[in-house]
T-cell receptor, first 111, second 114 residues
Framework: QKEVEQNSGPLSVPEGAIASLNCTYSDRGSQSFFWYRQYSGKSPELIMFIYSNGDKEDGRFTAQLNKASQYVSLLIRDSQPSDSATYLCAVTDSGTYKYIFGTGTRLKVLA | KAGVTQTPRYLIKTRGQQVTLSCSPISGHRSVSWYQQTPGQGLQFLFEYFSETQRNKGNFPGRFSGRQFSNSRSEMNVSTLELGDSALYLC?????????????FGPGTRLTVL
């Protein structure tokens, strides 16, 4: 059973701090990695994707991928109360390409 | 460009009934995936359709079925509803069905089974 693991949280950070969200996965052949943000009562919204080892930056968001260690992380700089949400990590199955989601990490940014 | 649309947004049914949910993908997208989201289980994959063919299927009973039409719109059907089927049903579309295509979610259909 291929799995994606995330700490459920809540992860609480003060406003303006860096929030660090982590995700590990079991399928060594996975090629694509995604981060979604989901506000309470809403559907997931794609915020970052990464395919190669290393860092990828987009505004206040940085995704980091380490395939050798099978983990992917999301850093949110200058965290704002509006960043408070559940962050879902998704990884594509190497055999079928379907997405496997983690159960999400709840982030709370304290004003 | 319009996003993924799902209808209806809310449904209330009773045990034993059946339900059909609809999803219209982003224009030009040919792959549609369906997920069930519950507080306890998170996002669970139901099935994926590409060019009217079911490409992948999750571990759900046969009561859950789906189809895709030539215009890429998709429907999913749940027969003989059970209380445990109460959930948010999400549809996601992507351009094609390969690993490097991002999926974009619709607003979901919230199903309540009484």
């Amino acid at each position: 059973q291929k799995e994606v693991e995330q700490n459920s949280g809540p992860l609480s950070v003060p406003e303006g701090a860096i929030a660090s969200l982590n995700c590990t996965y079991s399928d060594r052949g996975s090629q694509s990695f995604f981060w979604y943000r989901q506000y309470s009562g809403k559907s997931p919204e794609l915020i970052m994707f990464i395919y190669s080892n290393g860092d990828k930056e987009d505004g206040r968001f940085t995704a980091q991928l380490n395939k050798a260690s099978q983990y992917v992380s999301l850093l949110i700089r200058d965290s704002q109360p509006s960043d408070s949400a559940t962050y879902l990590c998704a990884v594509t199955d190497s055999g079928t390409y379907k997405y496997i989601f983690g159960t999400g990490t709840r982030l709370k940014v304290l004003a | 460009k319009a996003g993924v649309t799902q209808t209806p947004r809310y449904l209330i049914k009773t045990r034993g009934q059946q339900v059909t949910l609809s999803c219209s993908p982003i224009s030009g997208h040919r792959s549609v995936s369906w997920y069930q989201q519950t507080p306890g289980q998170g996002l669970q994959f139901l099935f994926e359709y590409f060019s009217e063919t079911q490409r992948n299927k999750g571990n759900f009973p046969g009561r859950f079925s789906g189809r895709q039409f030539s215009n890429s719109r998709s429907e999913m059907n749940v027969s003989t509803l059970e209380l445990g089927d109460s959930a948010l049903y999400l549809c996601a579309s992507s351009l094609t069905a390969v690993s490097y295509n991002e999926q974009f979610f619709g607003p979901g259909t919230r199903l309540t089974v009484l």
